[in-house]
Protein backbone atom coordinates (compact mmCIF):
# COMPACT_ATOMS: atom_id res chain seq x y z
CA UNK A 1 0.00 0.00 0.00
CA UNK A 2 3.20 2.82 0.24
CA UNK A 3 5.93 1.90 -2.00
CA UNK A 4 9.22 4.32 -0.52
CA UNK A 5 12.03 4.79 -2.84
CA UNK A 6 14.54 7.21 -3.52
CA UNK A 7 17.17 6.17 -0.92
CA UNK A 8 20.85 5.83 -1.90
CA UNK A 9 24.46 6.67 -1.36
CA UNK A 10 24.71 10.55 -0.65
CA UNK A 11 27.95 12.65 0.44
CA UNK A 12 28.19 14.93 3.21
CA UNK A 13 26.26 18.39 2.64
CA UNK A 14 24.04 16.43 0.08
CA UNK A 15 20.34 16.33 -0.92
CA UNK A 16 18.39 13.63 -1.33
CA UNK A 17 14.63 13.28 -1.48
CA UNK A 18 12.55 10.27 -1.01
CA UNK A 19 9.00 9.24 -2.34
CA UNK A 20 6.28 6.86 -1.72
CA UNK A 21 3.60 5.63 -3.48
CA UNK A 22 -0.09 5.39 -1.42
CA UNK A 23 -2.10 2.97 -3.02
CA UNK A 24 -4.92 2.08 -1.47
CA UNK A 25 -6.54 5.81 -1.13
CA UNK A 26 -5.90 9.60 -1.25
CA UNK A 27 -3.54 10.93 0.93
CA UNK A 28 -5.45 13.99 1.59
CA UNK A 29 -7.60 11.95 4.25
CA UNK A 30 -4.23 10.50 6.34
CA UNK A 31 -1.42 11.87 8.59
CA UNK A 32 1.28 10.87 7.17
CA UNK A 33 5.06 10.95 8.02
CA UNK A 34 8.55 9.62 7.47
CA UNK A 35 10.56 7.43 10.37
CA UNK A 36 14.02 6.56 10.24
CA UNK A 37 15.65 3.90 12.35
CA UNK A 38 19.68 3.57 12.58
CA UNK A 39 21.17 0.08 13.36
CA UNK A 40 20.87 -0.59 16.97
CA UNK A 41 18.63 2.98 17.62
CA UNK A 42 14.56 2.81 17.74
CA UNK A 43 12.23 4.10 15.04
CA UNK A 44 12.43 8.10 15.33
CA UNK A 45 10.00 10.52 13.51
CA UNK A 46 11.97 12.57 11.19
CA UNK A 47 8.51 14.65 9.88
CA UNK A 48 5.11 14.06 9.60
CA UNK A 49 2.11 16.35 9.05
CA UNK A 50 -1.63 15.98 10.04
CA UNK A 51 -4.54 15.36 7.29
CA UNK A 52 -5.59 18.76 6.51
CA UNK A 53 -1.85 20.01 6.67
CA UNK A 54 -2.33 22.84 9.08
CA UNK A 55 -0.29 20.80 11.65
CA UNK A 56 3.56 19.44 11.33
CA UNK A 57 6.56 17.96 13.61
CA UNK A 58 9.73 18.78 12.57
CA UNK A 59 11.42 15.77 13.48
CA UNK A 60 14.07 16.15 16.60
CA UNK A 61 16.84 19.13 16.90
CA UNK A 62 19.19 16.69 14.94
CA UNK A 63 16.93 17.44 11.66
CA UNK A 64 14.98 20.37 11.78
CA UNK A 65 15.93 23.05 9.32
CA UNK A 66 17.39 20.33 7.07
CA UNK A 67 13.99 18.04 6.20
CA UNK A 68 10.77 18.60 5.29
CA UNK A 69 7.85 16.44 4.40
CA UNK A 70 5.35 17.38 1.87
CA UNK A 71 2.45 15.38 -0.23
CA UNK A 72 0.82 16.15 -3.75
CA UNK A 73 -2.31 14.51 -3.50
CA UNK A 74 -2.60 14.64 -7.56
CA UNK A 75 -0.04 11.97 -7.95
CA UNK A 76 -1.39 10.64 -4.31
CA UNK A 77 2.47 11.02 -3.37
CA UNK A 78 4.82 12.24 -0.25
CA UNK A 79 8.07 13.02 -0.32
CA UNK A 80 10.66 13.93 2.38
CA UNK A 81 13.05 16.27 1.25
CA UNK A 82 16.41 15.76 3.15
CA UNK A 83 19.11 18.88 2.50
CA UNK A 84 22.50 19.34 4.28
CA UNK A 85 23.06 15.73 4.96
CA UNK A 86 25.21 14.26 7.66
CA UNK A 87 26.56 10.96 7.94
CA UNK A 88 24.77 10.32 11.49
CA UNK A 89 21.56 10.51 9.16
CA UNK A 90 22.36 6.93 8.00
CA UNK A 91 19.62 4.73 8.29
CA UNK A 92 16.09 2.93 6.94
CA UNK A 93 13.94 5.39 6.20
CA UNK A 94 10.56 4.77 6.01
CA UNK A 95 6.96 6.40 4.88
CA UNK A 96 3.93 5.58 7.50
CA UNK A 97 0.39 6.58 6.81
CA UNK A 98 -2.30 6.94 9.56
CA UNK A 99 -5.59 5.93 8.74
CA UNK A 100 -7.19 4.78 12.21
CA UNK A 101 -6.74 8.48 13.42
CA UNK A 102 -4.81 7.41 16.28
CA UNK A 103 -2.42 10.78 15.28
CA UNK A 104 -5.19 13.30 15.76
CA UNK A 105 -6.82 11.26 18.89
CA UNK A 106 -3.62 11.17 21.03
CA UNK A 107 -2.27 14.55 19.62
CA UNK A 108 0.67 12.88 19.09
CA UNK A 109 2.13 12.97 15.55
CA UNK A 110 5.75 11.44 16.06
CA UNK A 111 5.25 8.15 17.47
CA UNK A 112 5.08 5.25 15.40
CA UNK A 113 2.63 3.60 16.80
CA UNK A 114 -0.20 5.64 16.16
CA UNK A 115 1.02 4.81 12.23
CA UNK A 116 -0.67 1.52 10.75
CA UNK A 117 0.36 1.74 7.42
CA UNK A 118 3.96 1.10 6.57
CA UNK A 119 6.77 1.02 3.53
CA UNK A 120 9.22 -1.11 3.50
CA UNK A 121 12.12 1.23 3.56
CA UNK A 122 14.75 2.71 1.59
CA UNK A 123 18.47 2.96 2.89
CA UNK A 124 20.38 6.44 2.93
CA UNK A 125 23.67 5.96 3.23
CA UNK A 126 25.67 9.20 3.90
CA UNK A 127 29.42 9.05 3.03
CA UNK A 128 31.97 10.37 1.84
Known amino acids: QLQASGGGLVQPGGSLRLSCTFSTSTLDYYAIGWFRQAPGKAREGVSTINARGDYRYRGVDSVRGRFTISRNSAKNVMYLQMNSLKPEDTAVYYC??????????????????????WGQGTLVTVSS
Open 96 to 117: AADGAGHTYNSGNYNVPENYDY
